[in-house]
């Protein structure tokens, strides 16, 4: 669950200030699959739910997204706080409740029929209780002919991991393209991927291949009210449509309030992730 303050001023201490304050569904993964969809394409979300009032409201969001949710439910909702300053900067404390835990969960062969991705939240491929069910999962996809993508989501968490831990991951889930930002692209160092795209907010990205590196601007954004997301969104363009759809789910994203698509944003490609 997604809990995002919409500052008017920056916060007084021992004091009040005005503000919008929104709840929707959230995590990284969940929001790849809501932008993929609301793009064009069709999206399942592999998790662990928490069973509770909080994770039957998250259920009933992204099934409204066209989310189709498998996995397990028990456990309590993870929640993240996201408070967006006046210009548009956003910062984040993460309680990932359940959906840290992945530990025991049967991965089922059929999640992954007639896919086209399988797209990997570092917060998986790397966490201490679901990096095996996550390269179990790029095993499976890749069996039944997806493609298997990583994004790294947190420089703080790949410093901890350490750098030859995550390459071993990204090796053992079968990853071909990985998305950072630059100090998650930074933290991890080189690894062994046909493509990585290193995202650079409003300054755009790099593509990184065996041709070397290519760089492209963002789309400008007439109004800029919240980056939460916005990497999300862009990666969920990518894998659909290619760069061009990436850069516009991007700069539709950071001119709404939350991580989550307003509403459906275009028609990309189609395909279907996982």
Not at 29 to 55: F, I
Request: charged share 20%; net charge negative.
């Amino acid at each position: 669950m997604d809990v995002v303050v919409e500052l008017s001023r920056l916060p007084v201490a021992d004091d009040d200030v005005p503000g919008g304050i929104t709840l929707s569904a959230g995590g990284q993964a969940a929001n790849v699959a809501a932008w993929y969809v609301a793009l064009g394409g069709r999206a399942r979300l592999v998790t662990r739910l928490g069973d509770d009032r909080a994770g039957s409201l998250v259920s009933t969001m992204l099934a409204d997204a066209g989310v189709e949710v498998v996995g397990a439910r028990g456990g309590r909702t993870g929640i993240v706080a996201s408070m967006v300053t006046p210009d548009g900067k956003r910062s984040m404390v993460s309680d990932r409740g359940a959906g840290a835990d992945l530990a025991g969960l049967e991965v089922e062969d059929a999640w992954f029929e007639r896919s086209a991705w399988l797209h990997l939240s570092g917060y998986a491929l790397f966490g201490e209780h679901s990096s095996s069910v996550a390269i179990t999962a790029g095993e499976r996809a890749r069996r039944a002919g997806a493609v298997v993508s990583v994004d790294l989501s947190s420089a703080v968490l790949v410093a901890a991991v350490g750098r030859a831990a995550v390459r071993r991951a990204v090796e053992a889930c079968g990853a071909t393209l990985v998305f950072a930002n630059a100090a998650e692209h930074a933290a991890a160092g080189p690894l062994a991927v046909d493509q990585a795209v290193v995202k650079l907010g409003a300054a755009g990205y790099v593509l990184i291949d065996g041709e070397g590196e290519h760089r492209s601007d963002a789309l400008r954004a007439a109004t800029v009210r919240d980056t939460t997301g916005a990497g999300d969104a862009f990666a969920a363009g990518w894998l659909l449509g290619g760069p061009a759809l990436a850069l516009e789910a991007a700069r539709t994203c950071v001119a709404t309030v939350g991580a989550m698509p307003p509403a459906p944003v275009g028609a990309g490609a189609t395909g279907t992730a996982r």
